[in-house]
């Protein structure tokens, strides 16, 4: 709830949230089987074309409604700078690769709240429909690129892994430029997200052993300093009970 | 020790632990000698197939023993997921692959009570563990693979250095699908200890120095905002010490 | 204001800083252009060449300037290292690309004043300047060698983002001596920002489900030690004003 | 100073750090010149070999001497793993890398006390020190592999740095198993040092605007918890004054 002044926007969000999963999670749908089953000259890929258009329009509806709604509206479009992307999209070049941007933010969106105080799974599933889009993406722009290295969605898969992980063998990379902009929403999209799975996955694991953190691994484990200042905030409250209990020096008892 | 309400659990662990790790330890010398001496056409790797799924099964009836001791099943399965994957392992493909998995993790769990404290040493161990496996893995699967870049045990250990640590030459590489998931594997959970093992190598060489985080190093070494807020309680401490020990303003004496 | 007890440097730096962040845009839009419309021995090289010569002047001028007005001046040569290049840069080979940092370094300081307190848009314009700045080098120096991979600026682009992200799939890198440079340059500086970015980027999103750090993001969301701290503090005045407000045991009412 | 409790080994170490630094120096340099100006099979190879065997001698001597000198002796090998490899190095087949590790971590001991409290430049020399040796050594043992892509010097440290940022194109990497050894003791102990540069400069670069650290790069200003905590504190320290000063409830005056 980042708009705590903006009523009428928070109404329409909690109303909206589960048929834009809906219509979020279709739109990946069509498209993944638009890419896995047709290629660009089919009359399958154009069917499906027409298909993700009208689900577009959805998006389209939801922030334009939400943007009436908002009483502050340049702060609203500063603050939802990818929603945006719903809007601009058919002015820019690189038009199907920024609907995928919109429809994962949205859905980013609707799950944020679904997932509330369960991080570790929200960051899995994010970090899946990212690399699953990106892999989709980067298998449609390339599989027909002269030169290509990656051609089947297997292949796709893989480099999305190793540049996630910023490994980066290298024996498969985008050539196209509508791939290598893929490749710099994944990398610095996902790479951070990533980041924050291996942090989590390695403060997993240092509990597992009683520690804290990595700065304790290799440290005696003695008390931290704010383990001392509660002992010795404790220890003040126990005075002033004391001073309170025993009758006044010089009081009549 | 993750379940303290479930006592019947926790007295069988504590019984299988010793001879458990003995049995993960044999399972990967069998695996090791399996992989390293013979090749999938030889006897000699069948006999020792065979010994493997002896093996095998040891861990079946502890984890089937654990989970009928359980009071909470679900519950239990949710929290050993790797464990689970002793019972599945036969229903999925990568089947080899899998059993690896439960193995580790079944010698992950004995080790930790055994390092509580040595978070260090227990760091180390287990890279060690995840690596050697990984290495003879990605060797046994990518050998025969036409095209495949490690087609020895020696650049088997190469690449798992390469990968774990994201530097990612490129010069060897899994070609094979089972080999990607073995990186996948080796990505996921190893760059994580990994990253966790530099963290605490960076914590240790700082404190060659007498500086005790990164942060600091560069600032001039005043009090922490803790330190002072130490010192403040304390003087507040004396400052009520002294309000109890001198006679109260015009109290008779 | 790395020197408040230099008030005459801090004067003339009020001064000259909205004319060096024009004359510094200036350079890095007269070395694109050069770049990027000419070659080494085009007749419009040699024309921007000498433009840019005259820029660097004022560069010259203003740390010169500086150094007069500073009163501890190898003190103030000591904490400016990068603009020390301005007047040492002709005695140096590598003359271009030492001036390319210079430049670099001085927008950096110019706009840190104007960016205070917006930490986020300042990593995100100190990223993209030094990448653009490097991808505009590397293309200059690499782009006539033998052997070279990175023959377009769109290629140096490219080059850049899997640099700075440590992917490096390898798939383009510099051969030359100036392009490693460039290189280590980029890594060396640019790697600690975008770091910096990604660290940012991962705060904002475990911020967007409610946890505040990753260590955070495995655990209950119990108080932290602070919070219960503080809880501790707060009671103890409320006990003091209790002592206060309640007439003395023994006092006469 | 690790040894709180061995007064003699810290009486040693005093006395024998300057000239132990002239001799670590003096082993880099010759080797450094065996290495850059000679090869395997020249006469002035052998003799600079001798010089090194010479200058080895003195390292056997000093961890003799420490050893002898310490109380606990197991305790004192199990802290100074490297130092043993003074002793252990003709037992071992990659005699001289061994050797390298041995000098460059008797130099760190040295250096480090020099360097108490200027941690940045302590890391510099550091990391500056570690990525010479590797590209000394991995130079040596490459260059005349078949297949090797490291065939000079300046490939070498080119190598040294794509490893130690992590970025690995895999231009460069070695082909030998000496040289992988070199690879994995630079990924393991140089990625770490250079790690903790990186934070070191993204934490001088947050500095540069105002912010703390990378969580607060987001963040509106507002005061920490510890700072509402002081605040806090400190009011109840002038309520406790108030208390005291101000006559006492029924108390005659």
Redesign the interface.
Same mark, same amino acid.
């Given at each position: 709830m980042q708009e705590p002044d903006e009523p009428r926007v928070e109404a329409w969000e909690r109303r909206t949230d589960v048929p834009l999963t809906i219509v979020g999670l279709a739109y990946l749908v069509v498209y993944a089987v638009q890419v896995l089953a047709f290629r660009g000259s089919d009359p399958g890929w154009f069917a499906l074309d027409v298909v993700l258009w009208v689900i577009w329009g959805v998006f389209v509806v939801d922030f334009v409604g939400r943007l009436v709604l908002a009483r502050r509206k340049w702060r609203f479009i500063g603050r939802h700078p990818f929603d945006l992307l719903v809007v601009a999209a058919p002015f820019f070049r690189f038009l199907r690769l920024l609907r995928l941007v919109a429809v994962v933010s949205s859905l980013?969106r609707v799950l944020?709240d679904d997932?509330?105080?369960r991080?570790?799974s929200?960051?899995l599933v /994010?970090v899946s429909l990212i690399g699953f889009v990106a892999a989709l993406a980067v298998y449609e722009v390339e599989r027909d690129a002269p030169e290509a290295s990656i051609t089947s969605f297997?292949e796709a898969v *893989?480099w999305v892994? %190793?540049?996630i992980? %910023?490994?980066?063998?290298? @024996?498969r990379?985008p050539?196209t430029?509508e791939g290598?902009f893929v490749?710099?929403g994944l990398?610095?999209?996902g #790479?951070? #997200?990533l980041?924050?799975v %291996?942090?989590?996955?390695?403060? *997993?694991?240092?509990?597992?052993?009683?520690?804290? @953190?990595? /700065? $304790?691994?290799?440290h005696p484990?003695g008390p931290?300093?704010? $383990?001392?200042? #509660?002992a010795?905030?404790?220890?003040?409250?126990a005075? #002033?009970?004391e001073?309170?209990t025993r009758?006044?020096?010089?009081?009549? @008892?």
């Open positions: 980013a944020r997932f509330r105080g991080v570790g929200y960051l /994010s297997g *893989w892994l %190793t540049t992980t %910023t490994v980066g063998y290298g @024996d990379y050539v430029t290598r490749a710099a990398m610095l999209g #790479i951070a #997200i980041g924050t %291996t942090a989590a996955i390695a403060t *997993w694991f240092l509990e597992q052993v009683g520690a804290r @953190d990595a /700065s $304790e691994a290799l484990a931290t300093e704010t $383990e001392l200042l #509660i010795e905030v404790r220890a003040l409250r005075r #002033i009970d001073l309170d009758p006044h020096a010089g009081a009549p @008892d």
